[in-house]
């Protein structure tokens, strides 16, 4: 970074840099407000980013995951490998959906469009989207090899100096089954960059600006000198933490180390468990997008997430491990193993910086992704309209410090629940009931987030399918530094048979679908939680009186003083 800047130049490239952040919010809003499905339009299962010739991400929209975004930061240079910058042109568009050189998995379609000024590239703009189906087996871990979990688009165009592929689009609609949504997402896709690109010129013009070179370094130095001065506050050395999760045909052990040093951070997954036969492996590029992310969450939340910041966190996994599974692993439900990896990273930051740290959360989302039609379903479909939908929600997260954790939020990948209104509209379902789950939570000074309870029923009275994909069934968050571990979740039928936590399964006809989803642990001892605190959760009922007395050891009298 230039030393030689007056104050007035420091100033005009930090605006030029605000302008920045603020196409690439523009560009992520275009995406959501024009998409087809909940899972972009609702949810907000999405990323967007600009980035300059070399592929290296120069800003990020705030509205996004950190798996698409941080994933995307290196698609982007799998997508010049194939298609250098010096053979595009004006008007093209490239496409994949590979999980290892997209974002994880074949839901999420990655979209790349080149920039122009005066006839010269300048720039790249990418985003990502959860399409709603991709072929296959439907959305969920019970494939054995990615052949069987959709379409395969490879790095291609998909359009050409303004010409759209109509051949591959029909190629895809017909593979999927629900092809307006993913035809009109893939449209969207392409608007969100096109917005992007306009905006960028713009900025260019306005500023004089013939490329984005010193800009860009700008970025990438400041950014990276930020994060180094970050994490040259934390004591060297090399901090370990483990997990055990509910695995799919057998559990699951997560095991990381983190190596602070002089030059940045260094995260191995040595010893974690092997691939699995099922969907639930993680292409490396999303463990490299959650674990980073991780870290983030405490060191250097301040600083924009660009290819400075993240440079300087640097993460191995052994080739064959779950965290780093080889093609043709499949891979549709990498989501429910990746997004734990932020609790291992925090699990080894709370070595050096307890004070920071929160407990663990459900993390992984509860998706249920309903299916009905004929040949879906066990048993008579009739003339019932056939479906499919992923509806997102979640649990609680970790208690935090200085705060309870979040009620039924999405952490950490920041999607929103999708309101059952909206299911309710594009699915033959009705949603009996969705409310927070009473001692869901953890205990502690702080309390974990409280999970929800959820009941689905066909609106036909039809037989209809669940694809599950969720954890902490088997094993609950756990608490930490004194804080009591959060509830494990429940999958069964109202009228009493329980369901496994992964796998697709038939709710019979006539019956009801009941998701009990996790609660988040708690930190710090329960005996120091506030009784004015304690009294307004139980008045709301988050704390039940029972689980007052139990778990944190005061009495009625002070629940009844501490109520407003």
């Known amino acids: ?77 799998f997508f010049l490998e194939v298609y250098p910058i010096e053979m595009m042109k004006d008007g093209d568009v490239y496409i994949t959906n590979d999980p290892w050189k997209g974002t994880g998995h074949l839901n999420d379609i990655t979209v790349v469009t080149p920039t122009f000024l005066d006839g010269k590239p300048v720039g790249l703009f990418a985003c990502t989207s959860h399409v709603v189906d991709i072929g296959g087996r439907g959305f969920g871990p019970d494939g054995r090899q990615v052949y069987e979990e959709g379409i395969n688009i490879p790095i291609m165009p998909l ?30 896709l392409m608007a969100c960059n096109e917005v992007g690109g306009r905006r960028l010129v713009e900025m260019m013009r306005e500023f004089g600006m013939t490329d984005l070179g010193e800009l860009g370094r700008h970025i990438i130095e400041s950014s990276r000198a930020g994060m180094l001065e970050e994490i040259g506050k934390l004591p060297k050395g090399t901090y ?45 590029t999303y463990t490299q997008a959650y674990a980073s992310f991780g870290v983030r969450c405490v060191i250097g939340g301040s600083i924009p997430n660009n290819a400075g910041s993240l440079g300087v966190i640097r993460i191995t996994a052994p080739e064959g491990s779950i965290l780093n599974a080889p093609p ?17 990273m925090l699990g080894c930051l709370n070595h050096i910086i307890p004070d920071k740290v929160p407990a663990e959360g459900t993390s992984c989302l509860w998706n249920p992704v309903l299916l009905g039609g004929r040949g879906i379903v066990d ?80 609106a036909d009275g039809k037989p209809f399918a669940i ?12 608490g930490r530094n004194g804080g009591a571990n959060g509830q494990t979740g429940k999958i069964y039928l109202k009228s009493g048979p329980k369901l496994q936590g992964k796998g697709r399964q038939t709710i019979p006809a006539g019956d009801t679908l009941v998701l009990e989803m996790p609660g988040g642990g708690g930190l710090g001892s329960p005996a120091d939680r506030d009784p004015a605190t304690l009294a307004i959760d139980v008045r709301d009922g988050f704390v039940s009186e029972a689980a007052a007395r139990e778990a944190y050891g005061w009495t009625e009298p002070q629940l009844v003083a501490g109520d407003d």
Not at 171 to 181: F, G
Not at 468 to 475: A, G, N, P
């Open 379 to 458: 048993g008579d479909y009739g003339d019932s309209r056939p479906f499919a939908m992923n509806t997102f929600h979640t649990g609680g997260t970790g208690a935090r410090p200085g705060k309870d954790g979040m009620d039924a939020t999405s952490f950490p990948s920041g999607v929103r629940n999708t309101p059952v209104e909206v299911n309710e509209t594009i699915a033959p379902l009705i949603f009996w009931k969705k409310e927070y789950r009473t001692d869901s939570g953890g205990a502690g000074t702080y309390r974990g987030g409280t999970g929800q309870v959820m009941e689905i029923a066909h």
């Open 467 to 478: 694809s599950s994909m969720f954890d902490r069934v088997i094993h609950p968050p756990r």
């Open 240 to 284: 370990r933490n483990s997990m055990r999760i509910d695995g799919f045909e057998s559990e699951v052990d997560l095991v990381g180390s983190l190596t602070v040093s002089e030059d940045g951070i260094d995260i191995d997954f040595d010893g974690t468990s092997g691939t699995s036969r099922y969907g639930i492996n993680v292409p490396l």
């Open 159 to 188: 359009a050409r100096e303004g010409e759209v592929d109509r051949g591959l689009l029909h190629l895809i609609k017909v593979n999927v089954r629900n092809p307006i949504e993913v035809e009109g997402d893939i449209y969207s």
């Open 1 to 77: 970074m230039s030393t030689n800047r007056s104050a007035l130049d420091q100033i005009h490239i930090q605006i030029q840099w605000n302008r920045l952040l603020s196409v690439v919010e523009e560009q992520a809003q275009t995406l959501v407000r024009t998409a087809f499905s909940t899972s972009a339009r609702e949810a907000g299962d999405i990323s967007a980013g600009v980035f300059d010739t070399d592929g290296q991400m120069l800003a990020q929209a705030v509205t996004g995951t950190p798996g698409h975004v941080n994933a995307m930061a290196a698609s982007v240079g």
């Open 328 to 344: 043709p692993c499949a891979v549709a439900a990498r989501h429910v193993i990746g997004q734990m990896l932020p609790d291992v």
